[in-house]
């Protein structure tokens, strides 16, 4: 087998060239007034891999980094090793005992998992005085530590060859990070993965210590956690209590263990010393976390489409999702805490499309992105060498691209299909079975011995996230875009069973027989099919099971087709961002690879901003009632806006405490108050929620946990507007100490005010 040659132009060996371009002054005036700095502070742009960290030392210790950037390349020391992943959100150890701090929202699905009717979490909040107290997380919860990070990208090379098409190569490369991934979890405990980095012209596996058994400890209610609701979401000034605490266990041999009443808290190598001081304006500030994906090296024609089509598409499905959970669940409050997670991440994410469109409407985003095409185009004919080598690359790549947006419509559709919770459950059992029947390093992914536990507990998982009457619902809508889609793309075998059922009464009547005769609703039912055979699939009258076996081949065939597509954009995705950098790098701009879900770090300043005109309408808490946002909010505003209803209800002791001006040691002299929420100029995206906001000394100050509406765009489009939102770390012990009343948390992490004493004597 012919193996490929990667050029010498090596991605990560550019770092130190292209970090380099980074200490360039971007001539940022405001920035420079905040500081006292000369104005040369620079662009703070970049979601960096912790091995490029010493390679912006310099920018980074005039901005105001104490720490050595040497150090915090080590991902089992200080402070990387105190950073975590939940599994989507980001979080970090602050005691010595295994105590997580996260975003409320983070929590939010393990908050309502344990709330009932009697005993609603979600709005009266939740301490545990003890550790005998402490709740079990949602099923599924964990807590991922970093603990190796090595580069495999030669290996994964090795088993590739110029002449594989899609479907081989996708298959020689899953085959190959099986290989890698089974090799590293031969250490018990440990999850493994491998990821790519700059469209997989790199590969690295990582190694985490999967810790199983995750327990809530405290979370403050709603009206604090989530005070705004959707209506703040994404907005500044912003006024969002959104943190929350989780505890890490392992079992009595200090092992990952799952749920057990002897297991102990986990005792993390390091973890985090929570400042008493949060951070004032121009200070520096860095965040570390596990951000999901950006897309800012996507082509023109992808950029077209996501803004033009599916962000406009999307918006519509989620707000008429969520508008159909909010009118099935009506009336019934265990149906509204069941889905109530649910609906918040609609909400949520139909607001990002919303602002993504507005946001892309006031850009020149496809300009610039179709310019710097004609501009690789025309670097690429003048220079020979670079002609032999990309002469057809931009060509090839809009022409798969062009591929997979043909049947767009018909994939999204099919995506949410299994939005019914009985028949995602019947097509994964199915599957399962299927899959069991060969040897576990030939089995799909999410279908191998590894990940059984997983499996097991989505199944579990069904029971606090499911009502009939609701998933019917679901399901009835989407099955009506189903019906929308030109006959070319619909699936002959779901297309029978619908027969003459597929709208109006006649679906409902089909639907409901199906709901009533399935047995899938019952949880030990689906537990026991994960160990049924084919033929006993095959031979089930489940209605449920039946339309799975009958859909498979159909989508199977499908499943292939996408696999052999995206082999082929593992061909020419490399090489595109081997001709990105080479490009860039006679610019002088720096390339960080985008977000793909591991460790990173960014950095930047405390500051405000000018938004679009028209934005700031009056004087108000966060503004200067002229044409700026101010970087803090304070309680002032949580008195503003107080309406006593959802979402600006907010509890009697918070209300009591901010008009007795019991601001205690959290006051602000400069604010008057205690500060809230502030803005900063670090890059997050999602994932990066509950992600330590760390100060110089590398102390926890706050938790990112939104971007403004302004920035909306930044997966795609870094600018001068975008900022973060954070939860300052005062206005959390505050709340914490004056009006939850979490002195056991606040003495465990060291920062009781009698411990804060004692330190200062010392």
């Not at 460790?599 to 901003?609: E, I, N, P």
């Not at 999602?686 to 997966?715: H, P, Q, R, V």
């Not at 100490?737 to 009698?754: F, I, P, Q, Y």
């Amino acid at each position: 087998m012919r193996t490929i040659k990667r050029s010498s132009m090596l991605v990560l060996p550019l770092a130190a060239a292209l970090l380099a371009a980074c200490d360039k002054p971007a001539g940022d005036k405001q920035a420079a007034a905040e500081t006292g700095k000369p104005d040369t502070v620079v662009s703070t742009e970049g979601m960096w891999m912790p091995s490029q960290l010493p390679q912006l030392s310099g920018k980074l210790k005039d901005l105001g980094l104490e720490l050595d950037p040497k150090t915090m390349t080590d991902l089992t020391e200080f402070p990387m090793n105190a950073v975590i992943s939940l599994g989507g959100c980001t979080a970090s150890f602050v005691s010595p005992e295994g105590l997580v701090v996260t975003n409320h929202h983070c929590a939010y699905g393990s908050i309502s998992y344990n709330s009932t009717e009697d005993n609603d979490l979600l709005e009266n909040g939740f301490l545990a005085k003890s550790l005998d107290e402490e709740l079990p997380a949602a099923p599924g919860s964990r807590v991922y530590v970093t603990v190796a990070m090595n580069e495999v990208t030669d290996k994964i090379d090795a088993a590739l060859s110029e002449d594989m098409d899609g479907a081989a190569r996708f298959a020689a490369i899953e085959d190959a990070k099986k290989g890698l991934v089974s090799a590293c979890e031969s250490d018990p405990g440990h999850r493994c993965e491998v990821y790519s980095y700059y469209g997989g012209a790199s590969y690295y596996l990582i190694k985490q210590l999967e810790i199983r058994d995750v327990r809530l400890v405290h979370a403050p209610a709603s009206s604090i956690g989530k005070f705004g609701g959707d209506i703040d979401n994404w907005m500044w000034p912003r006024h969002t209590g959104d943190y929350s605490f989780l505890r890490a266990y392992v079992g009595p041999d200090g092992k990952p263990a799952d749920y057990a009443e002897d297991n102990v808290p986990y005792q993390p190598k390091h973890h985090l010393t929570v400042s008493t001081e949060g951070p004032q304006k121009g200070d520096f500030v860095m965040v570390a976390g596990y951000p999901g994906s950006t897309n800012r090296y996507r082509t023109a024609a992808e950029v077209d489409s996501n803004f033009n089509w599916y962000y406009p598409t999307m918006q519509k499905v989620l707000a008429e999702w969520s508008e159909t959970i909010s009118e099935a669940s009506a009336g019934n409050k265990d149906a509204e805490l069941k889905y109530a997670s649910l609906v918040a991440g609609l909400n949520n994410y139909s607001k990002n499309f919303t602002g993504m469109m507005e946001g892309y409407g006031r850009s020149d985003l496809l300009q610039r992105k179709r310019q710097l095409e004609q501009d690789l185009q025309a670097w690429i004919e003048a220079n020979p060498e670079s002609a032999d080598k990309y002469a057809s690359l931009l060509a090839d790549l809009q022409a798969l691209i062009n591929e997979k947006q043909s049947t767009q419509e018909r994939d999204l559709v099919l995506r949410y299909m299994d939005r019914s919770a009985m028949l995602s459950a019947a097509r994964k059992l199915y599957r399962l079975s299927l899959e069991k029947q060969k040897p576990d390093m030939e089995r799909e992914p999410g279908y191998q011995e590894r990940d059984m536990t997983r499996f097991t507990e989505g199944m579990k998982r069904i029971e606090r996230r499911f009502h009939p009457e609701v998933d019917q619902a679901i399901w009835t809508y989407f099955i009506e875009r189903y019906n929308a889609l030109p006959a070319e793309q619909r699936i002959a075998s779901f297309d029978e069973f619908l027969g003459d059922d597929a709208s109006g009464d006649a679906l409902q009547e089909k639907l409901s027989a199906m709901y009533e005769d399935t047995g899938l609703t019952d949880t030990q039912a689906r537990l026991d099919w994960m160990e049924k055979s084919p033929e006993d699939f095959r031979n089930s009258e489940d209605p449920f099971i039946q339309l799975a076996v009958s859909m498979y081949e159909d989508m199977h065939v499908i499943e292939e087709k996408d696999k052999a597509m995206t082999g082929s954009f593992a061909q020419l995705r490399p090489r595109y961002m081997d001709l990105l950098i080479a490009y860039y790098k006679e610019q002088g701009k720096p390339v960080y690879p985008d977000a793909n879900g591991s460790l990173r770090v960014t950095y930047g300043l405390v500051k405000g901003y000018t938004p679009p005109a028209g934005t700031v309408k009056a004087p108000a808490d966060g503004n200067d009632g002229k044409d700026s946002f101010v970087p803090f909010t304070t309680l002032r505003g949580i008195q503003a806006k107080y309406t006593g209803e959802d979402p600006f209800d907010a509890p009697q002791a918070l209300l009591d405490a901010i008009e007795e001006k019991a601001y205690g040691r959290f006051y602000d002299e400069k604010l008057d108050s205690v500060p809230v929420n502030y803005l900063t100029t670090v890059d997050i995206t999602g994932g990066n929620s509950g992600s330590a906001t760390m100060n110089g000394k590398g102390e926890l100050i706050g938790l990112a946990f939104d971007g403004t509406y302004d920035s909306i765009n930044a997966d795609w489009d870094f600018n001068d507007n975008t900022r973060a939102i954070h939860v300052d770390v005062e206005y959390m012990l505050w709340v914490m100490e004056k009006v939850d009343g979490a002195h056991n948390l606040l003495e465990e992490m060291g920062v009781a005010e009698e411990s804060v004493a004692a330190q200062a004597a010392d």
